[in-house]
């Protein structure tokens, strides 16, 4: 007769995420997850197959989070650059850990096609939604029309993985908000 589940999945799932987040992949043993998740070892590998799988899988569910809180903050702009201050505080405001996307792109994508994929999708994402703010605020009359939507949108998401990288050092958040701030204004009639 097979065992019920003794542990919500999803709660456990967001530790893994968070374990992975602040310690990275390779850093990050299965004993740590183990320990930090708060299941057995067999339960891991039962409901979430090896390391790998568990690590993608909190990967997504990290990527859906972020993904959710910046949809709605932009939703709620009443500019377009009102918008984009909010992506660039949130980039800046998440916790000290950075982004867990640029991290592991950072750790893994030259070495594992998964996360390559994964990385290079959310990017091209990134720049997709940055594209159509900008083109909101050059139709509006915030921004300047002198430079392409897309090409404006490219520089502002190596901007954003600058901040998220640099958010994991000692650099203050002031700093890091007047890079944001001039970076907008780049943008401004």
Do not use: P
């Amino acid at each position: 007769m097979a065992r019920s589940k003794e542990f919500e999945e999803s709660a456990v799932l967001e530790k893994a995420m968070r374990l992975f987040w602040e310690q990275g992949y390779e850093k990050t043993s299965m004993t740590d997850l183990v320990e930090n998740m708060g299941i057995h070892r067999r339960s891991l590998y039962d409901t979430f197959g090896d390391k790998h799988t568990l690590f993608l899988r909190a990967y997504n569910r990290y990527v859906d989070k972020v993904n959710a809180s910046i949809t709605g903050g932009v939703k709620r702009s009443k500019s377009a650059a009102e918008a984009l201050k909010f992506i660039s505080d949130f980039m800046i405001s998440e916790e000290e850990a950075g982004c867990l996307i640029v991290n592991s792109a950072v750790e893994l994508a030259a070495r594992d096609a998964d996360v390559d994929t994964k990385s290079t999708v959310c990017f091209t994402e990134t720049e997709q939604l940055l594209k159509e703010i900008i083109v909101w605020g050059q139709q509006n009359g915030e921004f300047t029309t002198d430079y392409d939507a897309g090409e404006m949108a490219e520089y502002l998401h190596n901007v954003l993985v600058g901040l998220r990288a640099m958010a994991r050092t000692s650099i203050t958040k002031e700093k890091l908000h007047r890079i944001t701030d001039i970076s907008i204004k780049l943008l401004e009639k």
